[in-house]
């Protein structure tokens, strides 16, 4: 069979192989991850009065970063022998890891927070034949009976506290590197569970000793505001924002998201979830659809600007984490329903108001 001229290696396993825990025999499990777009946008860029530039993650192969990890840490798994994994998740992760294991042939558990999960992400699980399990209890619940499947029976752990998934994730920041030829100045990003800001901090960090940027850049995090443990210092024992996906009382990575912050000169901080609906509707006025918890970061680096804490000029990377289909429900709920109208082309012009 003729084989496709590609351009360069596609997957992060194989773009990144000589920065990643990776040896010859190691299967690669992948989906042809990464390579995502960083889009420039000139909306938030004239609000801000600097470059801002959306590294849209959503257009992963399951619709998140969580791919970046996911291939690695299956892949991994794999290689060690193991036959079934296990996760706790809000959604994406169980998106992920169903996905790949499907692909490696393993069995696949997944246990979510009742009620909490988005459509999309439920439906992509069940799809790829996971094993799901629906919680009568929260996300953080469902995080400590993974944990102890994972030591007590044949289930390899595959949430982000497995250190492949942080060292998959990494490559995003590679990629900004690449595309930007350097580290932005300022860095934004939701954070749940903290796995992610851990994994770009990890990435920049890499970076800058390959000399692939002469920079680092300042880390900005954003929890919602009623999730926001790391911000309070303290465990938020019933978390509650309309973002699910960072919907976390207790992040795994909490220490990996407080260092980022504080080594990098930035800070984790609150949105409150009516400025996350706000960041959404404006990123999906400019053509880019997120979930709900992707638009954080974005309504984050609005209130820094009215704060006055953006730098003018600056160059700044926002990442958008997840897909906006993922969640159908929410998208509906918002928007105005579908015109019935005659089949009549006066009928629609008039309605449209052009006739
Ligand atoms: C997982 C996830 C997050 C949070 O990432 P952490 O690594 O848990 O901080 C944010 N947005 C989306 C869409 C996610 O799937």
Known sequence: ???????????????????????????????????????????????????????????????SFKDRGMTLAISKALEEGSQAVVCASTGNTS???????????????????????????????????????????????AQKLTQQMSE?????????????????????????????????????MPVGNAGNIT??????????????SSSLPAMFGFQAEGANPIV?????QDPKTVATAIRIGNPASWSGAVDAATSSGG?????????????????????????????AGVAGLLEMHRAGAVPAGSTIACVLTGHGLKDPDWAMSTAPRPRKVEADIEVILAQLDMA
Request: hydrophobic fraction near 40%; aromatic fraction near 8%; proline fraction near 5%.
């Open 232 to 236: 309070r210092g303290e465990i938020v």
């Open 152 to 188: 007590q029976h044949p289930f390899t752990l595959v949430n982000s506290v497995n250190p492949y998934r942080v060292e998959g994730q990494k490559t995003a920041a590679f990629e900004v590197v690449e595309a930007l030829g350097r580290a932005p100045d300022l860095h934004v």
């Open 1 to 63: 069979m003729r084989k496709l001229d590609v351009a360069g290696p596609r997957g992060i396993i194989r773009r990144y192989r000589d920065h990643l825990p990776v040896g010859d025999d190691t299967p690669v499990v992948t989906l042809d991850e990464g390579d995502t777009p960083l889009i420039f946008s000139e909306r938030l860029s004239s609000k801000v009065e600097a470059e801002v530039w959306l590294k849209y993650e959503g257009l992963n192969p399951t619709g």
């Open 95 to 141: 998106a992920s890891a169903a996905a790949y294991a499907a692909r490696a042939g393993m069995v696949c558990a997944v246990l979510i927070p009742e009620g909490n999960v988005a459509l999309g992400k439920l439906a992509q699980a069940l799809v790829h034949g996971a094993k799901v399990f629906e919680i009568e209890g929260n996300f953080d619940q």
């Open 267 to 295: 800070r984790i901080s609150s949105v409150r979830d009516k400025e996350i609906i706000e960041a959404y509707k404006g990123l999906a006025e400019e053509g880019v659809f997120v979930e709900l918890a992707s638009a």
């Open 199 to 212: 994994a770009y901090w990890r990435g920049y960090r890499e970076a800058h000793e390959l000399t692939w």
